[in-house]
């Protein structure tokens, strides 16, 4: 399998996040001190430095104000963290990132297949013989109830705790149905820029599907006739093996839709690997 990752995105949104979370830090740390003044600076023996007697007259805004700014700060941060940064998942040894370890989970695939992460419109992809296949990745550790396309994860206190810094499971339906249209939208734009129209392009006819797809193991699903499919990454392989066998995508039209897609997608040439 072919392998395309804007890994300088990647790179710059996690950095984003441990910037953002030490950030929030700093600025928790410094209402803490701030709440510290009164003892420092007693209000009954006016400073004479100005900046003493700023803290002296407004520390506690200072504290209550850094508690919420810190607290988004490092939950917005973690955010970012969890969806782009190398961590250790649990029962699997190797550290990685959600988009290494959703590519593991296809090791393989011959080079008829391509997978693309964060380098199209769609965030993660798998194009060839299975057609356009889009992925809504999630990766906490939650638990989910599944009923055709009502799509719930039960209130919890580590949830509440974790409001910010968690992916949260939000609409798949919608957003694996969005995905899908601006990959669409990318295939006709591209045919209509190369003078061919939809009855002449076959690539307008490729069918594109998509599935959720759980990459933490202690994730907790019950699902019953999910729509779109809920899929652990040990199943992700079957579902690619079983929609190829269902879209029947003839050789020449996969390899046009993965040239397509490459030529669309923005990469590094140096990360642009078989899997």
């Not at 695939?109 to 992925?135: R, T």
């Not at 040239?259 to 590094?268: C, I, N």
Request: hydrophobic share 40%; aromatic share 10%; charged share 25%.
């Amino acid at each position: 399998m072919k392998s395309y990752k804007n890994v300088k995105e990647i790179r710059r949104k996690e950095t984003l996040g441990r910037r953002l979370s030490l950030s929030g830090l700093g600025v928790l740390f410094v209402g803490l001190l701030a709440s510290f003044v009164p003892t420092w600076l007693p209000p009954d023996q006016p400073a004479a430095n100005p900046l003493n007697l700023f803290l002296q007259q407004n520390w506690t805004w200072i504290s209550f104000a850094a508690l919420p700014i810190g607290f988004i700060l490092a939950s917005v941060g973690s955010y970012y963290i969890n969806r782009f940064a190398r961590r250790r998942w649990p029962g699997i040894k190797s550290i990685a990132r959600p988009d290494e370890l959703l590519e593991r989970s296809m090791k393989g695939f011959d080079d008829k297949y391509a997978y693309f992460a964060h380098s199209l419109p769609a965030n993660y992809v798998v194009s060839g013989p299975c057609g356009v296949l889009v992925f809504a990745v999630r990766s906490d550790r939650s638990r989910v109830n599944v009923q055709g396309d009502n799509w719930k994860e039960p209130f919890t206190i580590g949830r509440f705790f974790t409001l910010f810094a968690r992916e949260g499971l939000g609409d798949p339906a919608r957003e694996i149905g969005e995905q899908a249209r601006k990959v669409r939208s990318l295939l006709a734009g591209d045919g209509a820029a190369n003078g061919a129209g939809a009855d002449g392009d076959p690539l307008f006819d490729v069918p594109i599907e998509g599935a959720v797809v759980f990459l933490n193991p202690q994730a907790s699903l019950t699902v019953e006739n999910p729509d779109p499919p809920a899929l652990r990454a040990d199943q992700v392989k079957d579902f690619i093996r079983r929609r190829a066998k269902e879209a029947k995508v003839q050789p020449d039209v996969a390899r046009r839709l993965n040239e397509r897609l490459v030529q669309a997608s923005v990469h590094q040439d140096e990360d642009a690997a078989s899997a």
